[in-house]
């Protein structure tokens, strides 16, 4: 099975940008689709982001098209989130996840490996 380790939140002002990394071993993370999804204090995880298999197909949130971008390299074994004109409505824990299924899902039940996870604070 694969492990993931995601790396690079941190504290930014708004407007800030900031580069997620997911980073997995175990298994190669081209047998997965992958998402991202937050968890602010108080709320339900959601979904931010997903990628096909080979990054052809991407899909966004509507609170984060447009500010954000997910890619992978899977030559590395790594899927990124990079995100730009951030908010304070921002604040959260950020997860990857990935999905052995064909078609990316907005569903954090179709996700059956996490991530420990990585806090993104914006300050405003």
């Known amino acids: 099975q694969v492990q993931l380790v995601e790396s690079g939140g941190g504290l930014v002002q708004a407007g800030g940008s900031l580069r997620l990394s997911c980073a997995a071993s175990g298994r190669t993370l081209s047998s997965y689709v992958v998402g991202w999804f937050r968890q602010a204090p108080g709320k339900k995880r959601e979904f931010v982001a997903g990628t096909s298999r080979t990054g052809s197909s991407t899909y966004y949130a509507d609170c984060v098209k447009g500010r954000f971008t997910i890619s992978r390299d899977n030559a590395k074994n790594t899927v990124y989130l990079q995100m730009n004109i951030l908010k304070p409505a921002d604040t959260a824990v950020y997860y990857c996840?990935?999905?052995?299924?064909?078609?990316?899902?907005?569903?954090?039940?179709?996700?059956?490996?996490w991530g420990q996870g990585t806090q993104v604070a914006v300050s405003s």
């Open positions: 996840a990935a999905d052995t299924g064909r078609s990316i899902s907005s569903d954090s039940a179709r996700y059956g490996y």
